[in-house]
């Protein structure tokens, strides 16, 4: 990756925005979060929104995300002389320009056509590392071409199929990932009432399992399914039916008629929702990461201090706080908090991801005072991308790296390593 430190990137961001305005342009994207929630959802499909924006439950874990973030003031320290930041970290070997990534999302095609290509592009346009999703709607060996030298991870969820584990690791090693990223707390899915009640399961549709249908292990599971003798249940045949179908061959890899035609998008479907996770995975399965692979390996999903401290010792090279942005367990303990706790009990040594609730510049300050190393963005940039695209990508990741760079220097930071637990005080009430 670029090591290139991010200077002035707030005032940048003022000029470019305020030089528009004088010409009569305003941003296509909103630069504050509520209102760029509030366009997305207008822009976007029920189903599409459900998906993205939807969380477990009765939405609990995701109001804690943001209350836990209300509980705590950022303390400026003034006359800092904080004339230049430097908002470049060091992660797992390597220096990326800012602390900020972005978190693998699940079928973004819901949201944009070729989601995860034009993500990838604006990824590295902003010199910002992707984490690759498992579910994605695009190959990452697409996705990789589409960034060139730019630094990209790879999510990676446990499949009841060891040989389609191996097989997609083996896969993100050849395009270059930087790292595995395993995610512990998707071993089932989570009770998400806004998709239930749409009856609406993007995978079903073949949306998000590209990773799968371009995988040769995949292939070939699919391949043992169809010619293994069955006895097929009867299909009630609806509108609903109809257009499932014609949904799993337009995502199917090859010709769409070629694909009605063929009983192979099914059954991939089916595959999947069959392996794609594994209710099972254990300690035992994680320790068996060091003879499968030398890239870095970072586990997800992490929220008690003891399962931390566990995955230390076997070896993980990165944890992610994580409560799947609220998506996976109702009135789960938010990820901010949980970062208090696992870092006091892991020390300030181990390198420790923040992901979940993470909506803005000063939201990123917040937890690196908190003691996240980098922090993960998700939805703020699907919304942006449902608006403008990969220039909405990239708008919102410019809007919260300027944030984040202003608000180092009027609370008199210039580095990364200069924001503290002093730069905050703890809102009581």
């Known amino acids: 990756m670029t090591t290139t430190p991010a200077r002035g990137a707030g005032i940048d961001r003022l000029n470019a925005i305020y030089r528009a305005g004088v010409l009569g342009r305003r941003p296509a994207v909103p630069t504050d979060f ?36 209300d509980r705590w003031a950022i303390l400026p320290a003034m006359a800092a002389a904080a004339v230049e930041r430097d908002l470049s970290v060091d992660l797992l070997g390597s220096r990326h320009t800012t602390p900020l990534l972005l978190a693998p999302v699940g ?64 896969r993100a090693e050849a395009i270059g990932a930087g790292a595995l990223v395993v995610t512990l707390d998707t071993t089932i899915l ?17 949306i998000g399992i590209a990773q799968y249908t ?14 293994a003798p069955s006895e097929k249940a009867a299909v009630e045949i609806t509108p609903g039916a109809v257009r499932t179908l014609l949904d799993m061959s337009r995502n199917h890899p090859g010709g769409f008629w070629d694909n009605v035609r063929s009983p192979e998008p099914r059954a991939s479907v089916e595959t999947f929702l069959d392996i794609y996770s594994n209710p099972g995975l254990s300690w035992d399965h994680l320790a068996t990461l060091r003879e499968r692979t030398s890239l870095p390996i ?17 070896g993980a090279d990165a944890i992610v706080v994580s409560n799947h942005g ?20 892991i020390g300030p040594e181990p390198t420790v991801l923040l992901d979940s609730g993470i909506r803005t510049g000063a939201d990123v300050f917040t937890a690196l005072a908190l003691g996240a190393d980098a922090v993960l963005l998700g939805r703020p940039y699907m919304y942006g991308l449902a608006l403008d695209g990969q220039r909405g990508v990239e708008s919102v990741i410019r809007n919260v790296v300027a944030e984040l760079d202003l608000t180092m220097a009027l609370s008199g930071t210039s580095d990364i390593a200069s924001i503290t637990r002093d730069h905050l005080a703890e809102q009581h009430g």
């Open 34 to 69: 509520g209102e760029l929630e509030r366009r997305a959802k207008k822009v976007s499909s029920a189903k599409a929104w459900a998906y993205v924006a939807g969380g477990a439950g009765e939405g609990r874990t995701m109001r804690r995300n943001r209350e836990a973030f």
């Open 107 to 170: 079928a973004g095609a819901l949201m944009a056509e070729d989601s995860d290509l034009l993500i990838a592009r604006a990824a590295a346009a902003t010199d910002t590392t992707y984490v690759f999703s498992n579910q994605g709607c695009s190959p990452m060996e697409d996705c990789a071409a589409e960034m060139g030298d730019a630094s990209r991870w790879f999510q990676l969820y446990w499949s009841k199929d060891e040989g389609l584990v191996d097989s997609l690791i083996r």
């Open 190 to 206: 989570g009770w998400r009432p806004q998709d239930l009640n749409l009856g609406s399961l993007p995978f079903s549709r073949g």
């Open 214 to 227: 371009s995988d040769p292990r995949f292939q070939e599971i699919v391949r043992e399914r169809l010619a």
């Open 298 to 314: 970072v586990l997800k999903g992490i929220l008690r201090p003891d399962d931390a401290r566990r995955a230390f010792a076997l």
């Open 326 to 345: 609220g998506r996976q367990v109702d009135s789960s303990i938010a990820s901010l908090d949980a970062l208090v706790a696992v870092r006091e009990e």
